[in-house]
């Protein structure tokens, strides 16, 4: 059974940067898929923030291109997001998924909330 | 950008009825669409990609229809635990949006 599980600080300082983690187990990286980063903020809808294929080859939410950084270290099977000059509006529930083809998310995280505030 | 409108907002029914969702895509997607459910602090659960095909698990009375623009997720006789929001998505051009939620709650 696939499993993922986001890990990171769930509070961080405006104009900092959100770090966060995402392990997966039941499935080796290495052996293909997309993976992604969707994030929710309360009580709103979902906002896909970038994805990346296991040979690290990514794509990002032109929104929120310029603040984004995704990679994969598939000796740990985990990839990572990194987002730049957050602001209160960064503050939501982040989740890690799988992307079959890049068409869909068919395995989840539980999800982090992260809060930006000072 | 491709924005995904979906209707309606809310959608107020009893068990037993049926429901059907509407997901409207600003150009054409293919059959790049899938839908989501989500309850309450849960993350959401794939119901349907490429419009039309049921995930694993995922129970025969939801079902998907549609491409290019117009997009239908039909309940056909709703559980109790059918009471959540439903989300569509859509990928073009190595991009993913969502779509704003349909509410489906009890009446």
């Known amino acids: 059974q696939v499993q993922l599980q986001e890990s990171g600080p769930g509070l961080v300082k405006p104009s900092e940067t959100l770090s966060l983690t995402c392990a997966v187990s039941?499935?080796?990286?290495?052996?293909?898929?997309?993976w992604g980063w969707i994030r929710q903020p309360p009580g709103k809808g979902l906002e896909w923030i970038g994805s990346i294929y296991h040979s690290g080859s990514t794509y990002y939410n032109p929104s929120l291109k310029s603040r984004v950084t995704i990679s994969v270290d598939t000796s740990k099977n985990q990839f990572s997001l990194k987002l730049s000059s957050v602001t209160a509006a960064d503050t939501a529930v982040y989740y890690c998924?799988?992307?079959?083809?890049?068409?869909?998310?068919?395995?989840w995280g539980q999800g982090t909330l992260v809060t930006v505030s000072s | 950008e491709i924005v995904l409108t979906q209707s309606p907002a809310t959608l107020s029914l009893s068990p037993g009825e049926r429901a059907t969702l509407s997901c409207r895509a600003s150009q054409s997607v293919s059959s790049y669409l899938a839908w989501y459910q989500q309850k309450p602090g849960q993350a959401p659960r794939l119901l349907i990609y490429?419009?039309?095909n049921r995930a694993t698990g995922i129970p025969a009375r939801f079902s998907g229809s549609g491409s290019g623009t117009d997009f239908t997720l039909t309940i056909s006789s709703l559980e109790p635990e059918d009471f959540a929001v439903y989300y569509c998505?859509?990928?073009?051009?190595?991009?993913?949006?969502f779509g704003p939620g349909t509410k489906v709650d009890i009446k």
């Open positions: 039941g499935y080796s990286i290495s052996s293909g898929y997309y």
């Open positions: 998505q859509q990928r073009s051009n190595w991009l993913f949006t």
């Open positions: 490429d419009a039309s």
């Open positions: 998924a799988r992307a079959p083809g890049m068409t869909h998310f068919d395995y």
